[in-house]
């Protein structure tokens, strides 16, 4: 069974940087898709970013520009570096990869749940 575990979530002030990793157990990451969610408080989960088989990045619209999907060296490590956060990024962000949740290349149509590997969150707070 392989396992998403995702760090780096911290509370910061707005216009601060954080940058969330997420690791896996095995080398899950060498042939599927890998993508970004989040959950603000009181809201539906949200896709925010995606990287692509083919190496192409998607990300929602209100981040572009400001967060940035990267796979790291090691086949296991997926990255989202988050600059000039602001309050409205406030959530618990979320992990995936591999899956039917890779049908899709378009952000706003992604699903957590239909992807193979899903982590189990870091809180990420952004204070105004």
């Known amino acids: 069974q392989v396992h998403l575990v995702e760090s780096g979530g911290d509370s910061v002030q707005a216009g601060g940087s954080l940058k969330l990793s997420c690791v896996a157990s095995?080398?899950?990451?060498?042939?599927?898709?890998m993508a970004w969610f989040r959950q603000a408080p009181g809201k539906e989960r949200e896709g925010i970013a995606l990287l692509g088989i083919d190496g192409n990045t998607k990300y929602k619209e209100s981040v572009k520009g400001r967060f940035t999907i990267t796979h790291g060296r090691a086949q296991n490590t997926l990255y989202l570096q988050m600059n000039s956060l602001r309050p409205e990024d406030t959530g618990i962000y979320y992990c995936?990869?591999?899956?039917?949740?890779?049908?899709?290349?378009?952000?706003?149509?992604?699903?957590?749940?239909?992807?193979?590997?899903r982590g189990q969150g870091t809180q990420v707070t952004v204070s105004s």
């Open positions: 995936a990869a591999d899956g039917a949740g890779c049908m899709t290349d378009k952000v706003s149509t992604m699903v957590l749940t239909l992807f193979r590997y």
């Open positions: 095995e080398d899950t990451f060498s042939g599927g898709c």
